[in-house]
């Protein structure tokens, strides 16, 4: 008879995914797992299969965390005034908590760039395909851009939303948004 759950699920992957966004996948061990889910590494292995598998599960959580500001960017109909807020949306979350810095997609991203690890990149490239796609429609709202302009932009725009949540991690919030202001200031 198999034994029942002592522990809500979803709370335990929130708990992991804070502890991954701080410390990164390879950082990350499973005796600290263990400590912050406050579950034993059985209950681990029963419910998420491996280490691999509750890291998957903590990108989906940090997704669902992060909907909010994509639903309100996708909503938005004022071009690029609507990427610039999406920036400042996206740097919030890392100041909400300042143990969490950043933005765990672009922290993984970067932790898995040199790995084989195929579930993983593919989650990342398809936010990043997501994100860009969007930069795309916000640009093509002005209609003086021509679709080569609109492009280079949305690949700009990538790069500096990387190059901001990896700022986020070190730089002070004044540094911040004076990034962001001089991001836009000629788009």
């Known amino acids: ?13 929130e708990k992991a995914m804070h502890l991954f966004w701080r410390n990164g996948y390879e950082t990350t061990s499973m005796q600290m797992l263990e400590k912050e889910m406050g579950i034993n590494k059985f209950s681990i292995y029963s ?3 491996s280490k691999h598998g509750l890291f998957i599960e903590s990108l989906k959580c940090y997704k669902t965390k992060v909907d909010a500001i994509f639903t309100k960017f ?6 690029v005034e609507a990427i610039k807020q999406f920036f400042y949306d996206s740097v919030a979350i890392g100041f909400e908590n ?16 040199d790995k084989e690890d195929a579930l993983v990149k593919d989650k990342m490239n ?6 860009k796609t969007l930069f795309i429609e916000k640009l093509k709202m002005d209609p003086s851009k021509d679709e080569d302009s ?4 949305a690949n700009f725009l990538l790069l500096a939303k990387h190059g901001l949540a990896v700022a986020s991690k070190v730089n002070s919030k004044t540094e911040i948004n004076d990034y ?3 991001t836009f200031k000629n788009l």
């Open 1 to 13: 008879m198999a034994r029942k759950k002592e522990y809500i699920e979803e709370e335990v992957i």
């Open 74 to 79: 996708k909503k938005a109909t004022n071009g």
């Open 98 to 113: 300042p143990n969490e810095k950043g933005c765990l997609v672009t922290n993984t991203y970067h932790e898995f760039s």
């Open 180 to 182: 962001i202001e001089m």
């Open 47 to 49: 419910s998420f299969g």
């Open 150 to 153: 609109i492009l280079k932009q």
């Open 126 to 131: 398809d936010f990043m395909d997501d994100l």
